[in-house]
């Protein structure tokens, strides 16, 4: 089945800075991979997706690049604000129909 | 105009006693899934349902019984509770049958064993 390897685990940067969390995957059948920020207490909510006929996508201050060859994709976060505070999630899945998820990176913005 | 709600939200019990979660959506997805999120934070799928039908099972204690009476509703049922049982569920929905679409997300029910 398929494996979501994601790093880091926690990751602190300073307001204003840029963050970027890695992932990558195991099944090359894979083809639609997304991003979920957690904020504390809430629910995982969609931020931003890619499919794998796409290399890059941006949405203002975010944006997600994918190298298939490699099997890693990452979120990229510009001048990170306070509250980009959360635990973001990355997942892929189309191979198996069964959506596999990251462990998760808790992202600290300190102001 | 809630897309995909839980009851309860919280929910604390005893070892040993049976517990029901209940979930819908509104958003006619015809897919619709359990996840455990334990306290650091890791998101396990436990069960997937499409159209009523159980399509993934995944290693999870038969104490945990999925029932989907139609497809806009998935209810979790758990026997016997055990102090591991503690933890986040969460209800997701997406489009369709593939794993290739977006997880709406319940806003979760607490658990807690004593």
């Known amino acids: 089945g398929e494996n979501v390897e994601q790093h880091p685990s926690t990751l602190s940067v300073q307001e204003g800075d840029s963050a970027v969390i890695k992932c990558t995957y195991s099944?090359?059948?894979?083809?639609?991979f997304p991003w979920y920020k957690q904020e504390l207490g809430k629910r995982p909510q969609l931020i931003i997706d890619?499919?794998?006929?796409?290399g890059e996508k941006k949405d203002q201050r975010i944006a997600v690049t994918l190298n298939k060859t490699a099997k890693h994709f990452s979120l990229h976060i510009t001048e990170t604000q306070p509250e980009d505070s959360a635990v973001y999630f990355c997942a892929a899945s189309g191979g198996s129909y069964i959506p596999t998820f990251g462990r998760g990176t808790s992202l600290i913005v300190h102001p | 105009d809630t897309a995909v709600s839980q009851t309860p939200k919280y929910l604390v019990t005893q070892m040993g006693n049976d517990k029901s979660i209940k979930c819908e959506q509104n958003?006619?997805?015809?897919?619709m899934y359990w996840y455990k999120q334990d306290s650091k934070k890791f998101l396990k799928i436990m069960f997937s349902?499409?159209?009523?039908?159980?399509?993934i099972n995944e290693t999870v204690p038969n104490r945990f019984s999925p029932k989907s009476p139609d497809k806009a509703h998935l209810n979790l049922h758990i026997n016997s509770l055990e102090l591991g049982d503690s933890a986040v569920y969460f209800c997701?929905?997406?489009?369709?049958?593939?794993?290739?679409?977006?997880?709406?997300f319940g806003p979760g029910t607490r658990l807690t064993v004593l």
């Open positions: 099944d090359s059948a894979s083809n639609y």
């Open positions: 997701a929905s997406s489009p369709g049958i593939a794993g290739g679409g977006e997880q709406f």
């Open positions: 349902y499409n159209n009523k039908e159980l399509i």
């Open positions: 890619i499919r794998s006929n796409v």
């Open positions: 958003l006619g997805h015809d897919t």
